[in-house]
């Protein structure tokens, strides 16, 4: 999936208006992409046009007991995968750069 800002948003000064994201995962309904800082961030969907609406075929959706959707490939799927990444435990942060990388690839 690949969104753009619908307009500018002062509140996400890490994100540029019109550039095309490619969505990592759904987190709690959240979009999470990689920012201009190239950091893996939750955004708000409702802020952003949907310019592809194609999700990778190997997504793993789960809902919460809310409805929320979590949707992410299987390997950064796990409860705690993010902590884990942002607190630079190595075998996290390869994962998701193996993960990401061959996903632009893909995209791009």
Do not use: C, S
């Amino acid at each position: 999936m690949i969104v753009a800002l619908k307009r500018h948003v002062p509140e996400y000064p890490d994100l540029t208006f019109g550039h095309p994201y490619v969505v990592i995962g759904i987190e709690a309904d959240d979009y999470r992409i990689l920012n201009d800082e190239g950091r893996p961030h939750l955004y708000t969907p409702a802020r952003f046009e949907i310019v592809d609406a194609h999700e990778p075929a190997d997504w793993v959706n789960e809902y919460g007991d809310d409805g929320e959707r979590y949707a992410y490939p299987p390997q950064l799927r796990f409860v705690g995968f993010f902590e884990d990444f942002f607190d630079d435990q190595r075998e996290a942060v390869a994962t998701f750069w193996q993960v990401v990388n061959q996903r632009l690839a893909l995209a791009g």
